[in-house]
């Protein structure tokens, strides 16, 4: 069984935990969030406790090794949920290149970028974007999947490019640079 899967995660106050219909149902001041349980798997409410149990007998291996790989992906699930809820998750991408800006529009992120005509990209409801300086965007939400998905989907629409860095990077994201065609044969 595995180490993390069967570690209990702890229910802070305002948080409000249900076990519905084979879902667990979290929700909390910032919003509500499900998801569905594995089959295989049982979460349990406790002594204002989650317990994740793997319900399958160990003595049929192949079923076994499937939802034992699951159990601690469930938790983990299960406490980014409980996270969400209370803290919420953000992703802050950066802006890169002369020129190149961002601005909202109403429930729609405008980017310009170098390109013949400004990107659009449409905000999902539960996602809040905020921009500072129009080049540094903070994406905030209460799943953690969803604010990773809607970042990744920006910073594929320009990635940075290693020759002279311009794009869309997460902040801290190291880009090594690459030397151009001037420095590979150049010598005096």
Do not use: C, W
């Amino acid at each position: 069984m595995a180490k993390l899967g069967r570690r209990p995660i702890k229910i802070p106050d305002g948080v409000k935990v249900e076990i519905k219909d084979n879902k667990v149902i979290v929700s909390g001041k910032k919003g509500k969030l499900e998801r569905e349980i594995f089959p295989g798997l049982k979460v349990e409410v406790k002594d204002g406790q989650i317990f994740v149990i793997n319900e399958v007998p160990k003595k049929h291996k192949k079923l076994y090794r499937k939802t034992d790989a699951l159990h601690g992906l469930l938790r983990t699930l299960i406490f980014n949920m409980v996270k969400g809820v209370t803290e919420g998750f953000e992703k802050i991408l950066e802006i890169h290149g002369v020129g190149y800006k961002a601005e909202l529009k109403g429930k729609e992120l405008i980017l310009t970028l170098g390109f013949s005509h400004p990107v659009k990209v449409e905000i999902p409801e539960d996602i809040k974007v905020e921009i500072v300086r129009n080049t540094i965007l903070f994406i905030r939400g209460i799943d953690k999947e969803k604010v990773g998905n809607f970042a990744a989907k920006i910073r594929a629409i320009y990635p940075p490019e290693p020759y002279k860095g311009k794009g869309i990077r997460y902040r801290g994201e190291y880009v090594r640079q690459k030397v151009g065609k001037a420095g590979v044969g150049a010598t005096k």
